[in-house]
């Protein structure tokens, strides 16, 4: 069956860095595209950042754009988020989502299929 798995989350004081991972099985993940999503406590899920099924396209919310950066590994069905500058408010859990249309979509409706989140919390 399809499963997402984060990982990498932890944390860690306000300026610092972390990458967070998430190994997919259970689907052609090379077709689909990839995003990483958060939420924090009492807040709706906001979207972070996607990446197309190449890798050729990135977009990320202005929010953190310049600060992460998404990848992904097709030969190993991983996409990764490297988020540098971390502030307090970066604090959230981020999961990690698949779409199977393979488009560039924003909107938390639009993927098929979700992890269950890794916890990142930033010291001031």
């Known amino acids: 069956q399809v499963q997402l798995v984060e990982s990498g989350g932890g944390l860690v004081q306000a300026g610092g860095s972390l990458r967070l991972s998430c190994a997919a099985s259970?689907?052609?993940?090379?077709?689909?595209?990839m995003a990483w999503f958060r939420q924090a406590p009492g807040k709706e899920r906001e979207f972070v950042s996607v990446?197309?099924?190449?890798?050729?396209?990135?977009y990320y919310a202005d929010s953190v754009r310049g600060r992460f950066t998404i990848s992904r590994d097709n030969a190993k069905n991983s996409v990764y988020l490297q988020m540098n500058s971390l502030k307090p408010e970066d604090t959230a859990v981020y999961y990690c989502?698949?779409?199977?249309?393979?488009?560039?979509?924003?909107?938390?409706?639009?993927?098929?299929?979700w992890g269950q989140g890794t916890q990142v919390t930033v010291s001031s």
């Open positions: 990446i197309s099924w190449n890798g050729g396209r990135t």
């Open positions: 989502a698949a779409d199977e249309t393979g488009r560039i979509q924003f909107g938390v409706r639009f993927y098929d299929y």
């Open positions: 259970g689907f052609t993940f090379s077709t689909f595209t």
